[in-house]
């Protein structure tokens, strides 16, 4: 990485000059100090820093400039189907005009009005996103202590330029990139970054050759955190030149896609804008001939019946109950602590096929833990995870008999916690460290060994021996305020540890090491080593009673060995049902991190993700391997590790490849790339604002349980949305049916003999208008929240390929359109005289009696949608709402039917008892023959063949 400078031909100026095109961990500190002009002892000076900062401008990253609110408001509008609501608009007030304008243009305005409650509900709901997700993402300024004018400074880190002295302390954020100068213990918290779970050991020796991004040990990066020890970087790039720069700029590069509900709505929107338009045409045209229409009175009313049929066969409540629908699963999921930031995404995540996982913090607890103790005497396991002090030491389940082995584990971790620099505090319920997280494991172990608290609070402090790179260990010297007795505690790499011991502990004292106990400490190293425990041994050794503590690495011989504790970021306790859960519901999930090959597979098998001889791809891996091999690896590989962002990039697009429907999580910037390409992304909510910013939802609890929650939430919605489709565009096709079989056969069923010279038409244009307002609404929105089925979780998710109107759902859409047509033309037949059915009422009498007859089949139909394949009686009573809405409509059309000026506006009759009973049960008859229908698919198993025969191999 090189950083950006302006090159203004003299360091005088005061503008950051160029540095060599070499990689900064390449060369010397002080050799990139000098290319940067700035001496190391005194910093920069502040007229030096002031003009680099106005060249090169501020530390930040590039931001997407706030869209307008207008822009904001328009892109409510920018959906395929509000255009097919808008043309029918406006055809509907065309007509109106041609008419002679009377009245109000009922029909125009209610959908005008449909079209504006979508748009109000979509935008405030996003704006409510934005608001929560400003909310995630309002945290203080950071701010970094630099060297100018030889006195230190604590600045606005936006205010650093390349050039400045940082001093890094433990606990600071690292606000630029930088190149090492000095470094006393210094080991740096990179996950962000890199996805390395353990602090980095940093050095400011140059490499002697090019590495990956978290093996430069002499350089710092913007982002990271200070893990212990103190150090002194000189910056070497800002801004977008910093490595967070150049993910934020692959963020910029990258393309979302459109979710695959927004692409199947757009799908079905223009088949039924040219659907619509042909059966307008097909209707009109056939009326014309049919009765021989040669006035313009009889052109004008042929052209409100096929305007009015258009509309009608438009479902035009589809966009506003998709946005409720869809408004109340985010409602629903912010109770789980997840924002979602765009309506689609939940219902993006029901048909994920793949969730691709980062592991530190995702799936583990980011809180390194110690879970085993390997002594002289044996290992001993301690209970509880994370930082939560909680727990016990067991053997085999069961607390440990032999004294010996406990005495020497808690020697073990008491040592560990005394030659220790972190902190372990309770904030508000929640226990907290400061410092090394692995040092912090030894405290929170300590209080699950009785009397270890206790025992080292005995202990005071006296001299250190900070840990460096080239001996793999640390120093601490303590007095025991009761005794007197000094002593020097370490803790470092086992293997190199032991060569400086000259004595094993056993019990409360030490022998003499031999090479039988040397073996057997290496052997239990190594096993740990091979269940991707991080390991770290313990030693002392007695220094009397002198008050001279002074002491140096020289003196870190002669010791007495304790033991090895093994070391792991454990598990969230929720993600192994939550991955089973996602496994029964045909998810598969794939682990990607920066983390160590060993680590990662013994993680994945814990949770369920791979099994013990799963192959783990690390990124070396994935750069040897061409696009065509890495779309095939895909398919197989459950484990990815030691990966960079352009690896995970990768990997989201040869999954994508592979007609998978991928949801990518993450908390670094390296994941940032990834979640924008991803059909979704997931942030956590404890994650970089980058990532929040690329991210479709974010989890504000961190909880990868809530994602599989999600993704059921997702399936639900869907099937809502394919529940009130077929209930819509039954109805509307049941409206087109009977209006052009009504036509056509107007003679053979009675209705033009009664017509008495006027245009012959079974339903009048206000009639299909009434039936679109009291059918289409609240009962397709009550279907739209139906509660979930049984079998939600137990489906594979649905494939791109899949359409949510199938040739399945298409012929049941025409069956049940067929049975109302047919039920509302027989009746009005069996009421008229002459037809098929010898009647004696007026076509008045007989249209209200068909007109009602429709309406009624219509509210029938809203039972039977509520499942493709069960029966409409199966819990029945479940979905208050739909009853509310059946009701309702009933009570409309009673109304229309009865109340003298709704008679004169729609052209209907009152209707006797009789006659009410006769309409509804010719009503009934859809529910009936749908019954006989499901039947036959639940008696020859049609109902569960679909989703037995789909491949279930990729998910294990």
């Known amino acids: 990485m090189t950083a950006r400078a302006s090159d203004c031909g003299a360091i005088m100026s005061g503008a ?100 504006m409650l979508n748009a109000a509900i979509g935008f405030i709901q996003e704006r409510r996103a934005e608001n929560a997700v400003a909310a995630l993402q309002a945290v203080t300024a950071a701010r970094s202590t630099v060297l100018r004018d030889g006195a230190l400074l604590t600045i606005p880190s936006s205010k650093l330029v390349c050039g400045d002295i940082m001093v890094l302390s433990e606990g600071d954020a690292v606000g630029a990139d930088g190149r090492l100068l000095t470094a006393t213990g210094l080991r740096m918290s990179e996950a962000d970054l890199t996805g390395e779970s353990e602090p980095v050991t940093k050095s400011p020796a140059a490499l002697s050759a090019a590495a990956s991004l978290g093996d430069r040990t002499g350089m710092v990066y913007r982002g990271t955190g200070v893990a212990q020890g103190v150090g002194r970087a000189v910056v070497t790039g800002t801004g977008m030149s910093t490595e967070v720069g150049a993910v934020a700029a692959m963020l910029k590069a990258t393309e979302a896609e459109p979710s695959p509900l927004r692409r199947e709505i757009a799908r079905v929107s223009k088949s039924l804008g040219i659907a619509v338009i042909v059966i307008a045409l097909v209707v009109m045209i056939v009326t014309a001939h049919v009765n021989r229409v040669s006035t313009l009175d009889q052109f004008v009313t042929v052209l409100l019946l096929g305007v009015s049929l258009a509309v009608a066969a438009v479902p035009e409540g589809l966009p506003a109950i998709v946005t409720v629908v869809l408004a109340l699963g985010v409602e629903r999921m912010a109770k789980r602590s997840a924002v979602v930031k765009d309506l689609h995404s939940v219902e993006t995540l029901g048909c994920a096929t ?239 991190t920066g983390d160590y090959p060993t680590t990662a597979a013994r993680i994945a098998q814990d949770l369920g993700i791979a099994g013990p001889d799963t192959a783990v791809v690390t990124g070396t891996d994935l750069d040897a391997t061409s696009p065509a091999q890495l779309s095939d690896l895909a398919v197989d ?43 979704i992304g997931i942030a956590m909510g404890t994650g970089t604002e980058v990532t929040k910013q690329a991210a479709h939802m974010i989890l504000g609890d961190d909880n990868f349980a809530t994602i599989v929650a999600a993704v059921r939430q997702g399936r639900v919605i869907f099937d809502d949305i394919a529940k009130f489709l077929r209930y819509l565009l039954s109805s509307n096709v049941g409206e087109v049916f009977t209006v052009f079989f009504g036509i056509f056969f107007a003679g053979a069923l009675g209705i033009a003999g009664a017509s008495g010279g006027e245009i012959a038409v079974p339903l009048l244009a206000t009639q299909i208008l009434w039936i679109n307002l009291v059918t289409d609404a609240a009962p397709a929105l009550a279907i739209g929240v139906d509660p979930e089925t049984a079998d939600v979780m137990l489906r594979t998710p649905r494939r791109l390929t899949d359409r949510i109107i199938d040739l399945q759902m298409w012929t049941k859409i025409m069956f049940t359109g067929a049975v109302m047509a047919a039920a509302t033309l027989l009746t009005m037949d069996a009421f008229l005289p002459g037809g098929l059915i010898e009647g004696s009422d007026s076509l008045d009498v007989a249209r209200t009696v068909g007109f009602t007859t429709l309406v009624v089949a219509q509210l029938f139909n809203a039972f039977n949608s509520r499942s493709a394949t069960d029966s409409a009686f199966r819990n029945l009573f479940t979905n208050r709402w739909l009853w509310t809405a059946v009701a309702l409509g009933l009570a409309l059309q009673i109304a229309v039917v009865h109340v003298p000026f709704l008679q004169t506006a729609f052209g209907t009759a009152s209707l006797d008892v009789g006659q009410w009973a006769v309409a509804v049960a010719a009503a009934s008859s859809v529910l009936w023959f749908e019954e006989v229908y499901k039947f036959a698919l639940r008696a020859t198993g049609a109902d569960r063949r679909w989703w037995r025969n789909r491949d279930l191999r990729r998910v294990g």
């Not at 007795?485 to 003499?512: E, Y």
């Not at 962002?645 to 697009?653: A, C, D, F, G, T």
């Not at 994508?656 to 390409?677: H, I, R, S």
């Open 16 to 115: 950051c000059p160029p540095l060599e095109s070499m990689d900064p961990s390449l060369r010397e500190g002080v050799e990139v100090a000098r290319d940067l002009g700035v001496d190391p002892a005194t910093g920069l000076s502040a007229a030096q820093a002031a003009r680099r900062l106005d060249t090169d401008g501020p530390n930040e990253l590039e931001s997407e400039p706030p869209v307008p609110l207008w822009r904001k408001i328009m892109s409510q509008f920018r959906d395929p189907f509000v255009y097919l609501l808008l043309a029918a608009a406006s055809i509907a007030l065309l007509a109106w005009v041609a008419e002679g304008a009377p009245g109000v243009p009922i029909d125009a305005a209610v959908i005008g009005a449909v079209i």
């Open 637 to 679: 590989t459950s484990v990815y590790a030691r990966v960079a962002p352009r690896n995970k990039l990768q990997i989201v697009r040869a999954l994508q490849a592979q007609g998978e429907v991928v949801a990518v999580t993450g908390d670094g910037v390296n994941d940032a790339p990834a979640l924008k390409a991803a059909d």
């Open 354 to 592: 793949v969730i691709a996982s980062d592991k530190t913090g995702t799936l583990t607890q980011n809180q390194m833990t110690i879970r085993r103790v390997h002594t002289a005497s044996g290992t001993v396991e301690l209970t509880g995870i994370g930082y939560r002090p909680e727990g016990t030491a067991v053997v085999d389940g069961q607390p440990p008999d032999d004294r010996a082995l406990r005495r020497e584990a808690a020697m073990v971790i008491g040592g560990g916690a005394l030659a220790n620099d972190a902190q372990l505090a309770r904030r508000d319920e929640e226990w907290e460290i400061q410092g090394d997280p692995t040092e912090a494991a030894f405290l929170v172990a300590a209080h699950k060994l009785d009397g270890t608290v206790e025992a080292i609070g005995r202990f005071r402090r006296r001299w250190e021996v900070p840990f460096t790179s080239d001996r793999k260990m640390m120093s601490a010297v303590v007095t025991d305020a009761a005794s007197g007795a000094t002593f020097l505690i370490t803790k470092g790499a086992p293997d190199v540890l032991l060569t400086r011991c000259v004595a094993v502990q056993v019990g409360d004292h030490p022998r003499p090491l031999n090479d039988h106990d040397g073996a057997a400490m290496l052997a239990g190293v190594e096993a740990l080593s091979s269940q991707a425990f991080r390991t770290l041994g313990v030693a002392y050794r007695r220094l009397g009673t002198s008050d001279n503590v002074e002491v140096s690495e020289a003196d870190e011989n002669d010791l007495v060995f304790l033991g090895v504790v093994g070391i792991i970021d454990p598990p969230r306790d929720e993600v192994p049902a939550a991955v089973a859960d996602a496994r029964r519901a045909g998810v598969r999930v794939v682990m990607i």
